[in-house]
């Protein structure tokens, strides 16, 4: 089964930095395009940002000019780096392909503290 394994989450203080990664353990991961998820408490699993194979971005209003998705095919690896984090950013981070086509992984807990 094609595991997706998130890190690089934390604490940190609004106006901060994180860098998330997502390793796939699949295949085809050069054929996906992949999305950044995250849900916060109480809340529905939100798409904040994609990139195709091409590396061709999309992002969320919430999160553009904040975040940046990047990948590395030959490392099977999608990141989201976020700057300027804020409060209303603290959430479970997950990564999928931009369907939520595969199997969720654990996600990585972000908090951003005010």
């Known amino acids: 089964q094609v595991q997706l394994v998130e890190s690089g989450g934390g604490l940190v203080e609004v106006g901060g930095s994180l860098r998330l990664s997502c390793v796939y353990s699949?295949?085809?991961?050069?054929?996906?395009?992949m999305g950044w998820f995250r849900q916060a408490p109480g809340k529905q699993r939100e798409l904040v940002a994609t990139?195709?194979?091409?590396?061709?971005?999309n992002y969320a209003d919430s999160v553009k000019g904040r975040f940046t998705v990047s990948r590395d095919n030959a490392e099977n690896t999608v990141y989201l780096q976020m700057n300027s984090l804020q409060s209303e950013d603290t959430a479970v981070y997950y990564c999928?392909?931009?369907?939520?086509?595969?199997?969720w992984g654990q996600g990585t807990q972000v908090t951003v503290s005010s």
């Open positions: 999928n392909t931009d369907r939520g086509a595969l199997h």
């Open positions: 699949g295949n085809v991961f050069v054929f996906l395009t």
């Open positions: 990139i195709t194979t091409g590396g061709s971005t």
